[in-house]
């Protein structure tokens, strides 16, 4: 077993973890987080995405000890009591960009993660930067057109 | 998956970590995006994996500016590659080869290092450094160091010059001798996103002021058990005026990069249309 300290949803936690464990069952089964979604579980589609210092990241293809000494945000860490949605998630019912809502938190991460970066340099990304910023993520359902719209929108005032 | 995890945060315990273990099962740990899928797959009880992704060692991390050239860390990410803009500038086919490779997500974590150790013939940034005719340096666990041409380390399918007792800390890429230059990689997939490679072509030429071709670095992506640096198509372009290439020398350009095409037929295309496409390929370049 290996001892690690990170932070993770604004909460700092230490746990003793399986050298070889995932950070996505760390996530879901170990700290009952179950937002996080497992989908192929090999890297092709996205839904087990989350924030590890600022960057989204696959979660399925990561190990759980290396999230030592840093900060993860998981979808249950998005939004607060004052405004229990993110503007990311927001923009998504607003724009229909959810149907059986599997890929909807890996969707949401990698936008949020994206958009925040583009905030930093205060840029404004086209819509096929928008588009390229999605290419890891896949949907069953929505045949995509809804969820970029959402994705554009996070740039509106 | 069940393995032993040997963590690393200085250049001392990894080299450390990788004399004490030299009589056992161990594999290196970087991005762990090739490894994870390939450890799944294969019984790991006996397993050792010595991990480098917390390592903090600059020379294993960071992208410099030096005077002969740029020195690139093996834990570099791709991300850290296309955000950096001296490259951008400098090297597009660089630049290009890690901004195709998969997706964000992948890209976050995927090291330069994993990409030339999994020594695939699709590799990506792989493809781009060898038309770059990069320099491997490679430490041993005693401290001793040696440098190899990527395309020289690279020896076949699978494999490299690498011995047990050695690892890759980084590489190097010679200075641009001009700033007039046609670089790029092109990527041939069957869709757009997330694909590995059926087809790829990197190209990195010089002119100088004058418009005269000095340096040329060609490199063909899944076509052959290695990633072949096109010597003789090189040769050929070195000399001649870039505003003068006719149809026919394009044309003899191409071909001269299709001796190195001795691709396979498998589920993703055939050995046929992987001819076809590196072939116009190699001719667009120039237009
Ligand atoms: C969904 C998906 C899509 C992908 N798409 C692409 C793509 O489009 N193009 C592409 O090129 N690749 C692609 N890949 C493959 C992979 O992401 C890249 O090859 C990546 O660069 C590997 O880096 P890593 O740090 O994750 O390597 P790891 O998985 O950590 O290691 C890979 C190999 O390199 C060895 N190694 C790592 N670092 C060193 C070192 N410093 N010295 C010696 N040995 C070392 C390891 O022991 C291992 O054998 C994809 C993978 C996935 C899962
Ligand atoms: S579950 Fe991780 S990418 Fe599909
Ligand atoms: S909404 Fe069903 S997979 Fe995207």
Same mark, same amino acid.
């Given at each position: 077993m290996m001892q690690?300290?990170?932070?993770? +949803?604004?909460?700092?936690?230490?746990?003793?973890?399986?050298?070889?464990?995932?950070?996505?069952?760390?996530?879901?089964?170990?700290?009952?987080?179950?937002?996080? #979604?497992?989908?192929?579980?090999?890297?092709?589609?996205?839904?087990?995405?989350?924030?590890?210092?600022?960057?989204?990241?696959?979660?399925?293809?990561?190990?759980?000890?290396?999230? +030592?000494? #840093?900060?993860?945000?998981?979808?249950?860490?998005?939004?607060?009591?004052? +405004?229990?949605?993110?503007?990311?998630?927001?923009?998504?019912?607003?724009?229909?960009?959810?149907?059986?809502?599997?890929?909807?938190?890996?969707?949401?991460?990698?936008?949020?993660?994206?958009?925040?970066?583009?905030?930093?340099?205060?840029?404004?990304?086209?819509?096929?930067?928008?588009?390229?910023?999605?290419?890891?993520?896949?949907?069953?359902?929505?045949?995509?057109?809804?969820?970029?719209?959402?994705?554009?929108?996070?740039?509106? +005032? | 998956m069940d393995f032993e995890v040997i963590n690393t945060t200085t250049s001392d315990e990894l080299l450390k970590a990788i004399a004490a273990n030299q009589n056992s099962n161990f594999r290196i740990g970087a991005g762990f995006t090739d490894l994870i899928n390939q450890l799944k797959k294969q019984n790991t009880e006996e397993l050792t994996i010595i991990n480098i992704a917390q390592l903090k060692d600059e020379a294993y991390t960071q992208i410099v500016?030096?005077?002969?050239?740029?020195?690139?860390?093996?834990?570099?990410?791709?991300?850290?590659?296309?955000?950096?803009?001296?490259?951008?500038?400098?090297?597009?086919?660089?630049?290009?080869a890690a901004s195709k490779l998969a997706c964000t997500q992948i890209r976050n974590v995927a090291t330069l290092g994993g990409n030339i150790c999994n020594v695939s013939p699709s590799g990506d940034m792989t493809a781009s450094l060898i038309a770059l005719k990069a320099t491997c340096h490679i430490v041993d666990c005693n401290g001793g160091e040696r440098a190899e041409l990527l395309s020289d380390f690279i020896i076949g399918l699978k494999k490299t010059t690498l011995k047990k007792n050695e690892i890759i800390k980084n590489i190097t890429i010679p200075m641009n001798d001009h700033h007039n230059?046609?670089?790029?990689?092109?990527?041939?997939?069957?869709?757009?996103?997330?694909?590995?490679?059926?087809?790829?072509?990197?190209?990195?030429?010089?002119?100088?002021?004058?418009?005269?071709?000095?340096?040329?670095?060609?490199?063909?992506?899944?076509?052959?058990?290695?990633?072949?640096f096109a010597t003789s198509a090189c040769d050929f372009l070195l000399g001649k005026d870039i505003q003068d290439l006719t149809e026919a020398d394009k044309e003899e350009f191409a071909n001269k990069v299709m001796e190195y095409a001795s691709p396979i037929s498998d589920v993703r295309a055939s050995e046929w249309y992987r001819k076809e496409v590196l072939f116009n390929l190699s001719q667009t370049i120039f237009s």
């Open positions: 690690i300290t990170f932070k993770i +949803n604004g909460e700092s936690i230490t746990q003793e973890v399986k050298p070889a464990l995932l950070l996505i069952d760390l996530i879901r089964d170990h700290l009952k987080l179950k937002g996080t #979604k497992p989908g192929c579980l090999e890297g092709e589609c996205g839904a087990c995405s989350v924030i590890v210092d600022g960057e989204a990241i696959n979660s399925c293809m990561y190990l759980a000890i290396n999230v +030592n000494g #840093k900060e993860v945000i998981t979808i249950e860490g998005l939004g607060d009591h004052e +405004n229990p949605l993110d503007n990311v998630q927001e923009k998504m019912v607003e724009h229909g960009g959810v149907q059986c809502g599997f890929c909807t938190p890996g969707m949401v991460m990698t936008t949020k993660a994206y958009s925040d970066k583009c905030k930093k340099k205060g840029i404004t990304p086209t819509r096929e930067e928008v588009k390229k910023s999605l290419e890891g993520n896949l949907c069953r359902c929505t045949g995509y057109a809804k969820i970029i719209d959402a994705a554009e929108a996070v740039y509106e +005032n | 500016e030096e005077a002969d050239g740029l020195r690139i860390g093996t834990l570099a990410t791709a991300s850290d590659i296309v955000d950096n803009n001296f490259i951008r500038e400098n090297y597009p086919v660089l630049h290009q230059i046609i670089s790029g990689y092109e990527k041939v997939g069957s869709r757009k996103s997330m694909e590995i490679a059926i087809v790829s072509l990197g190209y990195h030429i010089q002119m100088n002021n004058d418009g005269t071709i000095t340096d040329a670095g060609v490199s063909c992506g899944a076509v052959a058990p290695t990633i072949p």
